[in-house]
């Protein structure tokens, strides 16, 4: 039974446009979520993060907002750029810290049209 | 969805001992497998690459002697850390590529290791 889910395999977006990518998770014990970003052939790479004592975090292009009542959240690209391209996890963990097991969705890869 | 899964899920162990620990996709066969460490607070990183039934590569500053790979099969990856020391305490976290799927990973759920 996946823990953190992102629905969407995949999403198109055209340059310059916002992306916006979901995820929704279950274990409601979970304070702490992350994204990564990953190429191919690279391991993924730490993104954004946020506690769950917030609901929105921002760092540059990149904005993680979460909604612990419905267990959900998202990650915003805004702009895209055709860099962004490529496979974005959601993680989660309990406790707090990124220091306890943190449980990955199993991706969603992004694709932004020049 | 595809599993994998990571065994044991949490290690104490002596400065000086070796430590193996197990990565297994359970119900595919994963041509690739990746270990990870992950520092606090930090983005996972990538410690090596190991294909089955061929040696492992390894990332730039990570040591082969220290960290030992094996991909014996299609369903089993081992790391060995060998003569364990306090700053190889860490998150070790594997993941598992199916071979018809080239860019999805399915990760383990990750070994906490403290070495003391």
């Known amino acids: 039974d996946q823990q953190v889910k992102q629905n969407s395999p995949s999403l198109s977006v055209q340059e310059g446009r916002i992306s916006i990518l979901n995820c929704d998770y279950t274990n409601s014990m979970f304070d702490y979520f992350l994204w990564y970003k990953k190429y191919p052939a690279e391991g993924p790479t730490f993104l954004i993060s946020?506690?769950?004592?917030?609901d929105k975090n921002e760092d540059g292009r990149f904005t993680v907002f979460l909604n612990k009542s419905a267990k959900h959240l998202s990650l915003h690209i805004v702009p895209s750029q055709p860099g962004d391209s490529a496979v974005y996890f959601c993680a989660a963990s309990e406790r707090g810290t990124s220091y306890d097991k943190v449980i990955f969705g199993p991706g969603t890869s992004l694709s932004v049209i020049p | 969805g595809a599993v994998v899964s990571q065994h044991p899920s949490r290690v104490i162990c002596k400065s000086g001992t070796s430590v193996k620990i197990e990565c297994r996709s359970l119900d595919f066969q994963a041509t690739t497998m990746f270990w990870y460490r992950q520092f606090p607070k930090k983005s996972l990183m990538l410690m090596a690459t190991s294909n089955e039934g061929s040696k492992a590569t390894y990332e730039q500053g990570v040591e082969k002697d220290k960290f030992l790979i094996n991909h014996a099969s299609l369903t089993l990856s081992t790391l060995t850390v060998t003569s364990a020391h306090p700053e190889d305490s860490s998150f070790y976290i594997c993941s598992a590529r199916q071979s018809f799927r080239s860019d999805t990973q399915y990760f383990g759920p990750g070994t906490r290791l403290t070495v003391l």
């Open positions: 946020i506690s769950s004592i917030k």
